[in-house]
């Protein structure tokens, strides 16, 4: 059992629609109606009707319904009680991004690490619909991630404070051949062979609302691959598999040593801002100390 899954259920009652609950969740409808599925698996009874319009619970989904608003209170509660006990304690949690914990955090975090009594620092390393969901629901100090305009509107709230760290490029890549060139090319008329986030992921509806919608009519699109890590799109390209985009910062050494190059014809870069949250309120003495040591070099 899940605390994002009773949330999306109670989302759903309230909205009578997926379409309608996974925008208010944030969350592609997809993935929404596998995590409402994954509620009804784990209970092993069903709460919807899907052969009905409109929506309509079963007999379970009306008794769950009060019980979930139960349950979530509860669980909410409870976290709150814990962690205003953590608040006293130098630990610090933050959510990233599994990208940006790798190829950005350590030499950005190494020059607010001199001091003999820094905290320790716990590192969530999850896609960035679950990293937002967790930070927001107050179970992490910070939320390290990109950002680029219209995107996780929820972060914008007045009760959410937010630095720019860092800044970071999409482009797409493919392996070098013998001469030095692309491997892989745009060529109209042919399928562009891309290995690509899934659809649900958050580069994923970056890159194809930004860059692939943007290609001509005259470029179909084929994915032979999907991930959602963009280490793995990474070494998928290494092998000669076709295009990626990628964070510029997870191949500069490939991209220096020419093993990979940037495919430039029809296919354009996306550039991303990297971003520090925080809650306002609700957070340790620690957490407040970095805060405003980050603010100081910001």
């Known amino acids: 059992m899940e605390l994002k899954w009773l949330k999306d259920y109670l989302a759903l009652v309230e909205h009578g629609s997926f379409s309608k609950a996974a925008a208010a969740r944030f969350v592609t409808q997809p993935a929404f109606s596998r995590r409402i599925r994954s509620l009804e698996a784990w209970l092993g009874v069903n709460l919807v009707e899907r052969n009905q319009y409109p929506l309509t619970l079963t007999s379970a989904g009306e008794v769950f319904t009060e019980r979930a608003k139960h349950l979530a209170d509860s669980m909410l509660l409870c976290r709150e009680q814990l962690r205003s006990m953590q608040q006293q304690s130098d630990e610090i949690t933050l959510s990233s991004q599994q990208s940006l914990a790798v190829s950005f955090f350590p030499n950005w975090i190494e020059s607010f690490s001199d001091q003999a009594d820094e905290p320790m620092i716990r590192m ?52 070098a051949d013998d001469n030095g060139a692309a491997l892989f090319n ?19 509806q970056l890159i194809t609302l930004n860059c692939l919608a943007k290609l001509p009519p005259s470029i179909s699109v084929t994915h032979r691959y999907q991930s959602s890590l963009s280490e793995a799109l990474k070494a998928l390209t290494l092998k000669g598999k076709g295009i990626a985009y990628l964070p510029r910062s997870i191949i500069t050494q490939e991209l220096k040593a020419k093993q990979l190059v940037q495919v430039n014809d029809h296919l354009i870069s996306l550039p991303l801002q990297i971003s520090l949250y925080r809650l306002k309120h609700s957070q340790s003495l620690s957490a407040k100390k970095l805060w405003q040591q980050i603010a100081d070099q910001a």
């Open 186 to 204: 745009v060529t109209e008329g042919q399928p562009l062979e891309i290995l690509g986030h899934t659809p649900e992921s958050f580069f994923g």
């Open 124 to 175: 969530n390393t999850v896609d960035l619909h679950e990293a937002v969901e967790t930070f927001l629901s107050g179970s992490s100090d910070f939320l390290l991630c990109y950002t680029c305009d219209d995107v996780f509107k929820q972060l914008q709230g007045d009760e959410v404070e937010s630095l720019v760290v860092g800044s970071d490029e999409i482009i797409p890549v493919s392996l």
